[in-house]
């Protein structure tokens, strides 16, 4: 049956064709994958602009994830050690609390694993529609990537 698939239809490789692919291009391939796996990787020594630009790219996706209601999503964003204080239900009780309309991150620096992002708030209230805020915001360099820090209160 071996013979039937292999090395005579002309849909399927022969034995030695695989035999090439296996010696050249596989291992190509591993090193490629590799190679794009640690530029993706995010730690505490990556320069400071690779830090900044994934912080500033998080903190904003997380607050289009709350400004859009999702906050499964938004709870994602997360650090694992703030996901172990505070419940998805919690986070979205916290979250859902005022109607937020935009977030705007204005700066972001970071240390080493720790960053701090400044972002302004618009947000209605009952009583006053509009209201712009500033907030300041901790993020963790953590696992490969920026996590947002749960304000202990």
Known sequence: MQSQI????????????????????L???????????????????????????????????RWKAIIDKNFEAAYGYLSPASRATVTQLGFKAAASRLQYRNAKV???????????????????????????????ESWIIDRGQAWYVWPMT
């Not at 490629?32 to 500033?56: F, I, P, Q, W, Y």
């Not at 972001?108 to 509009?130: N, P, Q």
């Open 6 to 25: 292999f090395g005579t239809n002309p849909r399927f490789p022969t034995w030695s064709e695989l035999e090439i692919f296996r010696r050249s291009a």
């Open 27 to 61: 291992p190509a391939m591993i090193g490629v994958m590799l190679a794009l796996n640690a530029c993706a990787t995010l730690t505490g020594d990556s320069s400071n602009e690779r830090k900044v630009k994934a912080v500033e790219e998080r903190a904003s996706a």
């Open 106 to 136: 204005k700066e972001v620096a970071c240390a080493e694993s720790l960053c701090s992002a400044k972002i302004e708030l618009t947000y209605d209230t009952k009583m006053m529609k509009g209201v712009h805020t500033p907030i300041e």
